[in-house]
Structure formats: structure tokens, C-alpha cells
């Protein structure tokens, strides 16, 4: 059992050092890609080291291959008060960049809304995405914030197509994180009983952590790369498995031993939760968090299609992980234990298998893979002290659409919701995304109350 629990931790881990190195190369590729040869213009401006936060900017028309700027549109920026605090005109290479008034400090924990001008837009051309004529800036680092603004047809039949691929695959890249967050609580819940609503504060604790070693002073470089992100989420993603071993060591097994029942054992873990998310709250503040690198990257156009290096990372590697860990719960010893304890704890004991062991394993896996969603979230949207209790229902609903208890169960359920709330948006305010996949639910649990998968296949 032993080997088991060394190959996943060794698999994943590889297969996390493995995509984000990959990050880093097509970070630095993508950074190197303009140059005088394929992109002369039309590039993001570079950052400035001062102590002023401006707001850069592009504006490039995408109708023609290689892009072109566009010249002569003007830029506003407000405040929270409605007040215009900076304005500008792109120039020839379509670029604008606006000084926000005041120190870092002043600006930090603000939002600003950029607003182009569509009058000063060249003839028959509108911006790709109608809602980018008014985009609001927060303000979370102490660094120059980036915009792009695609130009593309004049609004038409096309739009809401485009618009609908670019919402599918920001989809994909949340629903691979939702899968491992989903996947981590079903495990836990296909051997314990336990219905943990405390799994959103793991969730938030590998979050937390990667932001903690990402705020050491100075950089983490290898060979003159900047990898500090790449060890944070390493380092999140084994400290999140060591936090999950000691709450299930210092609370869930005590209570298992006592005989308490499963009731009351979630009602402890809706406390637990409370206590958790205060003192990440005190220790990290109410603000919200970036990561310090991969604040402004330049995107990919695909076609219609704006794809970071970033987002492609970071799904590459929710997929990898839901792939190793969806093998090793087949195919490795633990994972035939962990599935044996999940069917039947009191058979499983009585063939040898020690079932507290594989539960604390079983633990230690969930929490690291709650941790490492967590991280990833926080790379691909930023995040604050409440990350993981405002996806713990999406958490639940995944589980409980696909199956309580399944593996594949929970991937399916997560890439349903995770697909369905970001292209719904569509049609509904985006405020409003979370109830339509809670409606979803509901329509298929009348339906089918085991959930899609929930006769298929037990944990594994």
C-alpha cells in the first residue's frame, strides 16, 4: 500500500511539474512571438517600473491576417464615482496607456472602468465582443493592468456564435478545475459517508498557500526562468495533501472511532468550515488576490478565438491530473483498496485491507486535489478568502448530478455544470449563471434521483 501511496504522490507530481513547465514555455514563447517579422504592431505595451499604476491597452483589428492596429479611438477611464480620471487616443500602433491619478498604494483595492468610444470606431468595424465598450479594471497588484479590445465585423449574425465559443472553452478550462474539486469530495464521501461541507476551505487553503510563497521576497529561477508560481502550486499541492491527512487525523477519525453518526459528523464540518473561513479572512484580509506573474498575458487568436497560454496550461494539467488519478484508482493496489472500502468498509477489513489507512490516503489525495483546483482558480480568475465556499455548491451539485460516490460521475457532472453555467450566460445575466445549473439539477435528480452515473460504478 505503501508503493501505491508513493506512485500517486510521485504521478501527480510529475504530472504537475511536467504542465507547468509547459506553462512556462509557452509564457516565454508567447512573450518572444512579436516580433519585427510576423507582428510588427498592434503588441501590448510593456510594463512600466514606477511607482503609477496605468492602464495599457491595444485595440487591433482582426478581420485582416496579421492583425492591424487601429488608430484614432478614444479611451476614457472612470472611477467608482463616475468621474473621468485618465483619457487617451490609441496611436498608429493601436495602443493607449493612462496613468491612474494617485500613488500604487492609493489605487490598490479600486476599480476603474475602461470605456471606448464607439463613435471614434473606424467605419463598418465594431468591437468583437459588444460588451467590451465598457470593461471594469480591478486593481489587486501593484503593477500596470492590460486590456486588448478585438475589432472584428460590424455586430451581425456572427456574433452570438463567436461569442458562444469563446464562453465553451472558458467553460472547459472551469470545468476541469470543478472536476478536481468535485473529484477529491467525492472520494471522501464514497468511503466515509462524510457529506464535508468544509471542502470549499480546502479548496481556499491551496489557494492561500500558493499566494504565500508566491509573496516571498525575490523570484524562484531555474536556468534564468522565473518559476515562483510553478513551486508554489507544487509546494500548495503537497501541503494541501499534509492538511487533509491532519484534519482527518486530528478530528474525522476521533469522531469515526466515537461511532458518531453521519449527521452530526456534517453538521461538525459545516462548523468547521465557518471557523476555516474566518481565520482565512484574518490571516489573508477581505481583498482580493492575483498571483504575481501571468498578470497580463497576451493571448492566442484561434480564429475567432482568444486562448491564453495561461488557461491552456492550466486545462492541459486538470485534465492530466483527472487522467492519473482516474488510472491509479483502477489499476494500483490503493486504488482497488480504496474502491473495496467504498463498497463494503466492514468486507474490506475482514479481507485485510486496513481501512483507516486508506481512508487517511483517501483523504490526503482529496484535500491535495481541492488544494490544487484551488490554485489553479486563483491563476486563471484570482481569488479572495472565500474561493472555495462560492464554488462549494457547484462542488455539490457536480457530485450529486453525476452520482454520489463516482469517479466519473463527478467529471461528467463537473463538465455539465462547468460548461453549462459559463455558456448560459448567453442568455442570462451573468449574475444569474449559478441558479441555471442549480435548475439543471434539479430537472435531472426528478428525473433520475441517483444521479447519471450512480448505478454505473462505484468509487473507481
Known amino acids: 500500500m505503501q508503493t501505491g501511496i508513493r506512485r500517486i504522490a510521485g504521478l501527480l507530481l510529475a504530472v504537475v511539474v511536467a504542465v507547468l513547465a509547459l506553462s512556462g514555455t509557452a509564457q516565454a514563447a508567447a512573450a518572444a512571438a512579436p516580433t519585427a517579422a510576423d507582428a510588427p504592431a498592434c503588441v501590448l505595451p510593456e510594463i512600466t517600473d514606477d511607482d503609477t499604476i496605468s492602464i495599457l491597452g491595444r485595440i487591433c483589428d482582426t478581420r485582416e491576417t496579421p492583425q492591424t492596429p487601429v488608430e484614432g479611438v478614444d479611451i476614457t477611464v472612470e472611477d467608482e464615482s463616475g468621474n473621468v480620471v485618465g483619457e487617451a487616443t490609441t496611436t498608429a500602433e493601436g495602443t493607449f496607456e493612462i496613468p491612474l491619478p494617485g ?14 468610444d464607439e463613435k471614434s470606431m473606424p467605419e463598418g468595424a465594431a468591437l468583437r465582443n459588444p460588451d467590451d465598450v465598457t470593461r471594469d479594471v480591478q ?11 478585438p475589432v472584428g465585423e460590424a455586430a451581425g449574425g456572427e456574433g452570438i456564435a463567436t461569442q458562444g465559443l469563446q464562453l465553451l472553452v472558458g467553460g472547459i478550462v472551469f470545468s476541469t478545475l470543478l472536476a478536481m474539486a468535485a473529484l477529491g469530495l467525492s472520494m471522501i464521501f464514497g468511503t466515509t459517508g462524510l457529506t464535508n461541507f468544509a471542502h470549499g476551505e480546502l479548496i481556499t487553503f491551496g489557494a492561500l498557500v500558493a499566494y504565500a510563497v508566491d509573496q516571498l521576497p525575490g523570484a524562484i529561477r531555474i536556468g534564468g526562468t522565473d518559476v515562483t508560481v510553478v513551486v508554489a502550486v507544487i509546494v500548495s499541492f503537497i501541503l494541501s495533501g499534509v492538511f487533509g491527512y491532519l484534519n482527518d487525523k486530528a478530528l474525522w477519525k476521533p469522531l469515526r472511532m466515537r461511532g458518531t453518526g453521519v449527521i452530526a459528523m456534517m453538521i461538525v464540518s459545516i462548523g468547521l468550515s465557518i471557523f476555516l473561513r474566518n481565520i482565512f479572512q484574518y490571516v489573508a484580509g477581505g481583498q482580493n488576490h492575483n498571483y504575481s506573474q501571468y498578470a497580463a498575458v497576451q493571448p492566442w487568436e484561434i480564429g475567432p478565438i482568444l486562448l491564453t497560454p495561461k488557461d491552456t496550461a492550466v486545462a492541459l494539467l486538470g485534465v492530466a491530473v483527472l487522467i492519473a488519478v482516474s488510472l491509479l484508482l483502477q ?7 480504496t474502491r473495496a472500502v467504498a463498497d463494503n468498509p466492514a468486507l474490506a477489513s475482514s479481507s485485510g485491507i486496513n481501512v483507516e489507512r486508506v ?12 488544494g ?13 478568502y472565500q474561493l472555495g465556499f462560492k464554488i462549494l455548491l457547484l462542488v455539490f451539485a457536480a457530485v450529486v448530478l453525476g452520482g454520489l460516490g463516482t469517479i466519473w460521475g463527478a467529471m461528467l457532472g463537473a463538465f455539465i455544470i462547468g460548461i453549462f453555467i459559463e455558456v448560459s450566460t448567453l442568455f442570462i445575466p451573468s449574475e444569474l449563471k449559478f441558479v441555471g445549473a442549480l435548475v439543471v439539477l434539479i430537472v435531472v435528480l426528478l428525473i433520475r434521483p441517483q444521479g447519471l452515473l450512480g448505478k454505473a460504478q462505484r468509487v473507481g
Do not use: M, P
Open 139 to 149: 486593481i489587486n497588484l501593484d503593477n500596470d493592468v492590460s486590456v486588448s479590445f
Open 103 to 116: 500613488t500604487t498604494v492609493d489605487n490598490l483595492g479600486k476599480t476603474f472602468t475602461v470605456k471606448v
Open 372 to 384: 490544487l483546483s484551488g490554485v489553479l482558480l486563483g491563476l486563471t480568475q484570482g481569488f479572495d
Open 331 to 337: 489499476y494500483t493496489r490503493i486504488g482497488k483498496a
Open 359 to 370: 481512508i487517511a490516503v483517501v483523504w490526503t489525495g482529496g484535500a491535495a486535489l481541492a
